[in-house]
């Protein structure tokens, strides 16, 4: 191994990306962090976190995202706030390529999260925290009491709302077919449940607000264009998540939806290119999980690089 090749090289700095940092900083991997396009990942986007344990009072998703880097910084991670262009994983060490630059690492560790899918109504980005969400497991106890929609007809749309009844008075689910890709299971046990109810054939057209948030949306009927305002202080857009591997180009496997597959463990098919949190994880897609994913992933990659020694 040559002086200029690093033991990892961690691709992305949400909570698995810190997390993966801190570890292998302390198992002394001097390891180099790309944080990407989005430093600190997708709880810059949201104001209060109040499900990662350790918080009594709940936190900022931005300062808890600057404790996090802090931490892993003071075990020695070294980062840089700049995007991976492309990787060469067909041969060890691995290329890595940021703004022309080459880098080579004999191990890799992918943390690069998913994105949200939105509509792009009008007024959405706006509104983005401001009561319209894609989490509901992380922003729906904000609305406790209060109308909520929920948009997507598949088995997030469906879980989501059932979900959100313990908090809200009323779930109105808006699909714009009234085709539901949900299973039957799931579909019937939302169109079921008291405080729901399905409208199919609904889009939204606009979202509506005033200066403390989100108040409603102007859903129009694909068929004919027909308008009608509906009234809610939250909205759910449920219509998926695409994981962030586009600078892969292909080089390691995924699912039909795009999510990387680990092999063994946290590793993938190519031995010494390890992946954690959302960019592998559709089902649970949290801080905690992408924290815990990026811990595991970190010990494999410093148990993997003990054995090529
Ligand atoms: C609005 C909102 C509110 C949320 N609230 C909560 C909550 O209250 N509690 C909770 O547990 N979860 C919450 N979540 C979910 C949580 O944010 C995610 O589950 C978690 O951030 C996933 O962590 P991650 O490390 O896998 O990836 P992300 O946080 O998605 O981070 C991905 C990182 O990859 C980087 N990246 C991408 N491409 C490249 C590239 N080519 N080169 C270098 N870097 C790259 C990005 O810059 C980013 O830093 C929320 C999500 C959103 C959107």
Redesign the pocket.
Known sequence: MGEDVRSVII???????YTAGLYSARALLSPLM??????????M??SD????PGYPKGIG?PEMMVDMREQAERFGLEVQDK??ERVDLSQRPFGVWVEGEEFRAESLII????E?IWLGAEGEEEQK?RGI???AT??GAFFRDEEIIVVGGGDSAMEEATFLTRFASKVTVIHRRDVFKASKVMYERAEGHPKIEIKPFRQVKRWLANEQGLTGAILEDPRDGSEEEISCAGAFIAIGHKP?TS?LENQLETDSEGYIVHKTNTMTAIPGVFA????VDKRY????T?AGM?CQAAIDAERWLEDQH
């Not at 976190?49 to 990662?52: A, P």
């Not at 954690?276 to 960019?279: L, M, R, S, T």
């Open positions: 691709v992305g700095s949400g909570p698995a990306g790309f944080a990407g396009y989005m430093s600190g990942g997708q709880l986007l949201t976190v109040e499900n990662f998703g995007n991976v943390c690069t999260g998913a949200a925290g969400s894609t989490c992380c922003d962030i600078f954690a949190g959302d960019v897609r949290q801080a905690i992408a990026g």
